[in-house]
């Protein structure tokens, strides 16, 4: 679908929608998309109404002096930029139909009404036995190891800020480990970090939501790796 236009409430909603996540139109840094939808903007964005649209168009504002030298295609509108096209969802006005008729078919029968009652018995009871026997023993934790990657907003972010941050989340099942900071591109680096989690304790997606709360530092997370231990 990419980006509609830049002059009405739903278009400068689209790209400061797009641009909560995100320090540029595409990628880690400055390039042609950037340069396009500047250029596509008659003016700032609102800061109240639009506040992402407009710290992105004040950021970009500083490169307009190397916008031919930006990479990228510059022959490109900005209208190819953006959010990807989304499926429409059909009318269900015939689902119902199509329900009966499903149901109709029935290609494979229906076994429940048929089933051996001594089957279903000797069945049941072989599962209890496996149920009986399982609970009686114990297995140790299930663990996996994570390698995550934690992204910055741009080259100005305090690295050091953000790993205090992240380290001081505590939750019971994690095991922080080692970290490394990696070059992404225009100064920009990334925060990796490897942690060890119990998995019944520790959902991974939690901890990544709460990384993220972090929203002066942190732009997204990524799970780089993950290995059951």
Do not use: C
Not at 93 to 104: G, V, Y
Not at 126 to 145: C, D, R, T, V
Not at 153 to 171: F, G
């Amino acid at each position: 679908m990419g980006f509609t236009d830049f002059l009405s409430d739903a278009g400068l909603t689209m790209l400061n929608s797009w641009l909560t996540t995100r320090s540029y139109i595409t990628g880690y840094g400055p390039s042609q998309a950037d340069v396009a939808s500047f250029k596509g903007l008659k003016e700032a964005p609102s800061a109240a109404k639009y506040p992402h649209a407009y710290r992105w168009y004040k950021h970009m504002s500083s490169y307009q002096s190397e916008f031919s030298s930006l990479p990228g295609d510059p022959s490109k509108a900005y209208t190819t930029y953006g959010p990807e096209a989304t499926s429409v969802t059909m009318n269900p006005k015939d689902a119902p139909k199509e329900a009966e008729e499903e149901e109709d078919e029935d290609l494979f029968g229906s076994d429940e009404e048929e089933e051996d009652p001594e089957a279903v018995k000797q069945r049941e009871a072989n599962l209890a036995a496996y149920k009986q026997k399982k609970a009686g023993k114990s297995k140790p934790a299930a663990k996996s190891m994570v390698t995550l990657d934690v992204k910055p907003w741009d080259d100005e972010t305090d690295m050091k800020v953000l790993e205090a941050n992240m380290r001081a989340i505590e939750m019971e099942g994690l095991t922080w480990g080692a970290s490394k900071l990696v070059p992404v591109g225009f100064g920009i680096k990334k925060l990796q970090v490897n942690f060890a989690v119990e998995d019944e304790k520790v959902s991974v997606d939690e901890l990544q939501a709460k990384i993220e709360e972090d929203e002066d530092h942190v732009q997204s997370t990524d799970v780089a790796a993950m290995m059951k231990l």
